[in-house]
């Protein structure tokens, strides 16, 4: 694996792992040649992706193969003007053609800008503006290019929109133009040369008020992935990972390309529109998938399969990001596998900072330890650290080194930037705390604690409460805003197949909850419904069902 090049990769305990761990950083690191052509022209014939969809279609990549098409795509894109410093929005989906794409354009030093295919024609206008996005580069789903063409009215600033896979009206056929284009692209040099301070990512991530911000991260990014792929998820040059996510969410580069690549990986991507567990499986079994990471609210849908119907000998690692995983989820999967699901922890902003390392013991709930590299800490209102076990905010000191991995700041907005990141540390916005052990354990987001009667409740050990009862199939919980106590806690049900609604039910799930937790914990208000709103990602949208009346 490449990563060796730029880190040591083997350590005898999490001790040695945290002294000794130290991501080499070169000044003119390009993820695309140094890594992607790299392997290339060491093992042109190595796997680098399997791509398949519900249709039946499959796609075998090497790492040639990927190199071949974004130098295909690299000529294309130049010829329409694009350079350094360039924003190109990418909404594909999980197209095999995002990849190409996204090594091109890291080639020529654009910045890549990944966004969902649900944006709306307000939410496409805002990015172009807020972002200065030159090119659009979207499947061609009716659906996208309809918002597309809806919002292009308004852009004058967006010169090109570009369809993968079919045909649009108007727009250029990306298939049709890049087999025009040589196959060649050679590393430029002098001014067009990358540095790793240079712009290279940016994530629209939706904050508490106001609009999406936009989440800047450098060339240097994919290195600090090493954190993620290596040493949480265990990947080498004999893994097939799968990790669930849409190449619009930040979890597909945590997943799906740089810390992936840089152990020598190979990524699996099932390319399909609706989430059914059964497929998902079967995916899982016949590719001989090693190592897999997906969202809780996967697992959750996972771990009601029939699990005698599935070989998952060839399964070595489970992994999970996104959300705090439940541990009542955690054992169900672990009593049909084997396996200990090990969680991962970050955010949009910064590669995995903590997790369940291979070193250490897994505690069920918690998020692990940090990542070697990172000063994380749980404070106080006066930045003082908390005590074991004293809840308060999680924050990542910087006052000694900017972690690699961590985002540049947020994009043309110094003001935001300050606001979360200033004398040295950095506020994640997240409630947490840390055990006797050195464990940290997830809240919630501070604006999702929930204050009630003098006491603070974090959604996610209610969540984790409800789902131990086995007629709760998914389940959210949020503050409701009441005039004796302050707020009290609400919980949206959605309940296995078998079970229906009833003043019995609502009556036994609190009674279960306070025997299971602290009883001023329990929910008061329990509603039932079909659907929780979530995001691309899988995660629940608390805001959104708190703004439900």
Same mark, same amino acid.
């Given at each position: 694996?490449?990563?060796?090049?730029?880190?040591?990769?083997?350590?005898?305990?999490?001790?040695?792992?945290?002294?000794?761990?130290?991501?080499?950083?070169?000044?003119?690191?390009?993820?695309?040649?140094?890594?992607?052509?790299?392997?290339?022209?060491?093992?042109?014939?190595?796997?680098?992706?399997?791509? %398949?969809?519900?249709?039946?279609?499959?796609?075998?990549?090497?790492?040639?193969?990927? /190199?071949?098409?974004?130098?295909?795509?690299?000529?294309?894109?130049?010829?329409?003007?694009?350079?350094?410093?360039?924003?190109?929005?990418?909404?594909?989906?999980?197209?095999?053609?995002?990849?190409?794409?996204?090594?091109?354009?890291?080639?020529?030093?654009?910045?890549?800008?990944?966004?969902?295919?649900?944006?709306?024609?307000?939410?496409?206008?805002?990015?172009?503006?807020?972002?200065?996005?030159?090119?659009?580069?979207?499947?061609?789903?009716?659906?996208?290019?309809?918002?597309?063409?809806?919002?292009?009215?308004?852009?004058?600033?967006?010169?090109?929109?570009?369809?993968?896979?079919?045909?649009?009206?108007?727009?250029?056929?990306?298939?049709?133009?890049?087999?025009?284009?040589?196959?060649?692209?050679?590393?430029?040099?002098?001014?067009?040369?990358?540095?790793?301070?240079?712009?290279?990512?940016?994530?629209?991530?939706?904050?508490?008020?106001?609009?999406?911000?936009?989440?800047?991260?450098?060339?240097?990014?994919?290195?600090?992935?090493?954190?993620?792929?290596?040493?949480?998820?265990?990947?080498?040059?004999?893994?097939?990972?799968?990790?669930?996510?849409?190449?619009?969410?930040?979890?597909?580069?945590?997943?799906?390309?740089?810390?992936?690549?840089?152990?020598?990986? %190979?990524?699996?991507?099932?390319?399909?529109?609706?989430?059914?567990?059964?497929?998902?499986?079967?995916?899982?079994?016949?590719?001989?998938?090693?190592?897999?990471?997906?969202?809780?609210?996967?697992?959750?849908?996972?771990?009601?399969?029939?699990?005698?119907?599935?070989?998952?000998?060839?399964?070595?690692?489970?992994?999970?990001?996104?959300?705090?995983?439940?541990?009542?989820?955690?054992?169900?999967?672990?009593?049909?596998?084997?396996?200990?699901?090990?969680?991962?922890?970050?955010?949009?902003?910064?590669?995995?900072?903590?997790?369940?390392?291979?070193?250490?013991?897994?505690?069920?709930?918690?998020?692990?330890?940090?990542?070697?590299?990172?000063?994380?800490?749980?404070?106080?209102?006066?930045?003082?650290? %908390?005590?074991?076990?004293?809840?308060?905010?999680?924050?990542?000191?910087?006052?000694?080194?900017?972690?690699?991995?961590?985002?540049?700041?947020?994009?043309?907005?110094?003001?935001?930037?300050?606001?979360?990141?200033?004398?040295?540390?950095?506020?994640?916005?997240?409630?947490?705390?840390?055990?006797?052990?050195?464990?940290?354990?997830?809240?919630?987001?501070?604006?999702?604690?929930?204050?009630?009667?003098?006491?603070?409740?974090?959604?996610?050990?209610?969540?984790?409460?409800?789902?131990?009862?086995?007629?709760?199939?998914?389940?959210?919980?949020?503050?409701?805003?009441?005039?004796?106590?302050?707020?009290?806690?609400?919980?949206?049900?959605?309940?296995?197949?078998?079970?229906?609604?009833?003043?019995?039910?609502?009556?036994?799930?609190?009674?279960?909850?306070?025997?299971?937790?602290?009883?001023?914990?329990?929910?008061?208000?329990?509603?039932?419904?079909?659907?929780?709103?979530?995001?691309?990602?899988?995660?629940?949208?608390? /805001?959104?069902?708190?703004?439900?009346?």
């Amino acid at each position: 694996m490449l990563a060796d090049k730029y880190v040591k990769i083997n350590y005898k305990s999490y001790e040695d792992f945290i002294e000794n761990c130290k991501i080499h950083v070169p000044e003119n690191f390009n993820f695309a040649f140094d890594v992607v052509d790299e392997i290339a022209n060491i093992s042109p014939d190595k796997k680098a992706m399997i791509w %398949c969809n519900p249709e039946g279609q499959e796609r075998v990549f090497t790492f040639n193969d990927i /190199k071949r098409e974004s130098n295909r795509a690299t000529n294309f894109f130049k010829s329409l003007g694009v350079e350094k410093g360039d924003a190109v929005m990418l909404m594909l989906k999980r197209r095999y053609e995002y990849w190409f794409c996204t090594i091109a354009l890291h080639k020529l030093g654009a910045l890549v800008v990944p966004a969902t295919h649900l944006l709306t024609v307000k939410d496409v206008e805002y990015r172009v503006k807020a972002a200065d996005i030159k090119i659009i580069i979207a499947a061609a789903d009716k659906r996208i290019t309809d918002v597309i063409d809806g919002a292009k009215k308004n852009l004058p600033e967006l010169q090109f929109v570009i369809s993968v896979n079919g045909y649009a009206d108007g727009w250029i056929e990306y298939s049709k133009e890049v087999e025009n284009f040589p196959s060649i692209f050679e590393r430029p040099s002098d001014s067009e040369t990358t540095t790793v301070d240079d712009k290279f990512l940016l994530y629209f991530t939706s904050g508490t008020t106001g609009m999406p911000k936009m989440v800047c991260h450098d060339f240097s990014y994919p290195l600090g992935h090493i954190m993620t792929a290596r040493f949480w998820q265990n990947l080498d040059d004999e893994s097939l990972h799968l990790t669930v996510a849409d190449t619009g969410w930040a979890k597909a580069s945590w997943g799906k390309i740089y810390g992936q690549w840089l152990c020598g990986a %190979c990524i699996f991507t099932y390319d399909y529109e609706r989430f059914h567990p059964k497929d998902l499986m079967e995916k899982i079994v016949k590719y001989g998938i090693t190592s897999f990471c997906a969202p809780p609210t996967v697992y959750r849908h996972i771990i009601k399969e029939d699990f005698s119907k599935y070989d998952l000998s060839q399964l070595k690692y489970a992994e999970t990001a996104g959300e705090p995983l439940n541990p009542e989820v955690f054992y169900q999967f672990k009593k049909r596998t084997g396996l200990e699901i090990k969680e991962g922890f970050g955010q949009t902003e910064s590669v995995a900072f903590a997790a369940t390392f291979p070193w250490i013991n897994v505690k069920p709930g918690a998020i692990g330890k940090p990542s070697a590299g990172w000063d994380v800490d749980v404070v106080d209102e006066k930045n003082n650290p %908390c005590s074991s076990g004293q809840e308060g905010r999680l924050i990542i000191r910087t006052s000694k080194q900017k972690p690699i991995g961590l985002f540049s700041g947020y994009y043309k907005d110094e003001v935001l930037t300050k606001n979360v990141w200033n004398n040295g540390i950095y506020d994640t916005g997240d409630v947490a705390y840390k055990d006797e052990d050195g464990y940290f354990w997830f809240i919630g987001r501070s604006d999702d604690v929930i204050k009630s009667s003098g006491y603070r409740i974090g959604p996610f050990e209610v969540e984790s409460a409800l789902m131990e009862h086995p007629c709760v199939l998914e389940c959210a919980v949020t503050g409701v805003p009441d005039a004796d106590r302050g707020a009290v806690v609400k919980a949206s049900v959605i309940l296995v197949k078998g079970y229906e609604p009833s003043t019995n039910l609502i009556k036994e799930l609190q009674g279960y909850v306070k025997k299971v937790t602290a009883p001023y914990k329990y929910p008061r208000i329990i509603e039932f419904v079909k659907e929780l709103p979530k995001t691309i990602s899988g995660k629940v949208k608390r /805001k959104e069902i708190r703004e439900i009346k």
